[in-house]
C-alpha cells in the first residue's frame, strides 16, 4: 500500500513539473514575441525618422529574432535545474512557428524556402543556447 503511495506521488509531481515547465516555455516565447514588438517598433522609429537605409532591414529583423529569443529562452529555463537545451529550443521553436504562421496568414504567396530553414534552425540554436545559459544562472 505504502509503495502505491509513493508512485502515486511521484507521478503527480511529475505531471506537476511538466505543467510548470510548459507554463515556462509558452511565458518564454510570450516574452520573446513581446520584446521583438518593443524592439521593432523601436527600429521602425529610427527608420522613419533617421538617415537609416531600409536595406539594413533583414539583419536588423533577424538580430531582433535571435536576441528575443535568447532573452526569452534564458528568462524561462533560469527556474529549472535540467533540460535547458530541449526548453530553450521549445521556445526558439514556438517563437518562429507563430511568426510563420502569422506571416503564412498575412502573405498569400508565403512559401517556406531555404532561408526560411535556415531561419527556423538558427531560432531553435538561439533557443538552445539561451536554455543552457538559464539552467547554469540557476546553479550560481
Do not use: D, H, W
Not at 510548459?22 to 521593432?40: D, E, N, P, Q
Not at 526558439?92 to 510563420?100: A, K, N, P, T, V
Not at 526560411?116 to 544562472?137: E, T
Amino acid at each position: 500500500m505504502e509503495k502505491e503511495n509513493i508512485i502515486k506521488q511521484n507521478i503527480y509531481a511529475e505531471e506537476s513539473e511538466l505543467k510548470k515547465n510548459t507554463i515556462r516555455i509558452l511565458k518564454g516565447s510570450i516574452l520573446a514575441i513581446v520584446l521583438s514588438l518593443i524592439l521593432l517598433l523601436i527600429f521602425a522609429m529610427l527608420l522613419a525618422y533617421t538617415s537609416l537605409s531600409e536595406t539594413t532591414m533583414v539583419p536588423v529583423v533577424t538580430v531582433i529574432a535571435g536576441i528575443s529569443i535568447f532573452i526569452g529562452s534564458t528568462i524561462s529555463t533560469i527556474k529549472i535545474r535540467k533540460n535547458g537545451l530541449l526548453n530553450g529550443s521549445l521556445v526558439g521553436l514556438i517563437y518562429i512557428l507563430l511568426l510563420y504562421l502569422c506571416s503564412s496568414i498575412y502573405f498569400a504567396s508565403f512559401s517556406i524556402n531555404i532561408n526560411s530553414i535556415i531561419i527556423i534552425c538558427a531560432s531553435v540554436i538561439c533557443g538552445m543556447i539561451g536554455g543552457i545559459i538559464g539552467v547554469n544562472l540557476n546553479k550560481k
